[in-house]
């Protein structure tokens, strides 16, 4: 299934580096959001877009900056990581937000920050 | 409160078992829900949405009661392929907050 293909698969940084996650949807979906998920603990929703509009902001440390530059593609920009950031970053995408929208996941990027 | 509540497990059947999970939601506001299921190192998949009325999609069976607050997954016939965790997402209509739980593991053992 090739619906929503995320950018690297994998990926391990120091404190100090910069990094972008990508993510893109073949879906022709107008939302896209990005998630983190670490052990035992549920998705946490980081960020929404919505026809490029950020539309959800849930209180995510100012070293995770999102891009929308359209409504196919969405970047999780990374700097000065901590190693408490290590997690599965998971992006998703969905039609809208009506009722019974189903939301369609990427494969994840698993980071870890040494 | 958490907003949406599962039982970790992991709940051990053996093959051919019935198995049933609840999830609790706390917003009486939550209009839309779901299962979704997650094999391990991968991503959530869409298993089955969850109408008012109650749903079946092959062995799968999924229940909503709005009065009690909780969604429920009957899984028949379990298969070894069926091991996995799955997730109970609840959502409010018109919102994009999908609010996860921490997912309930199921092992279907031979």
């Known amino acids: 299934e090739t619906g929503v293909t995320q950018t690297p698969r994998h990926l391990v940084m120091g404190m100090t580096n910069k990094k972008s996650l990508k993510c893109e949807q073949h879906l022709g979906h107008n939302a896209m959001y990005w998630y983190k998920q670490s052990a035992k603990k549920p998705l946490e929703l980081m960020f929404v877009y919505s026809l490029e509009e950020r539309v959800e902001n849930n209180s995510v440390p100012s070293r995770f900056s999102p891009e929308c530059p359209n409504s196919s593609h969405l970047f999780l920009h990374l700097h000065t990581l901590q190693p408490e950031d290590s997690a599965l970053y998971l992006c998703?995408?969905?039609?809208?937000?009506?009722?019974?929208?189903?939301?369609?996941f990427g494969p994840g990027t698993r980071l870890l920050v040494l | 409160r958490k907003e949406v509540e599962q039982d970790p497990g992991p709940f051990n059947v053996p093959e051919g078992a019935t198995v049933a999970f609840n999830c609790t939601y706390s917003n009486s506001a939550s209009q839309s829900f779901f299962w979704y299921r997650q094999d391990c190192r991968k991503e959530p998949k869409l298993l089955m949405s969850v109408y008012s009325s109650g749903n079946e999609d092959g062995r799968f069976t999924a229940q909503l009661n709005r009065a009690s607050q909780y969604i429920s997954l009957l899984i028949r016939d379990s298969k070894l392929s069926d091991s996995a965790t799955y997730l109970c997402?609840?959502?409010?209509?018109?919102?994009?907050?999908?609010?996860f739980g921490t997912g309930t593991r199921l092992k279907v053992l031979a």
């Open positions: 997402v609840v959502t409010t209509s018109g919102t994009y907050k999908y609010i």
């Open positions: 998703a995408s969905s039609q809208g937000a009506g009722k019974q929208e189903t939301q369609y």
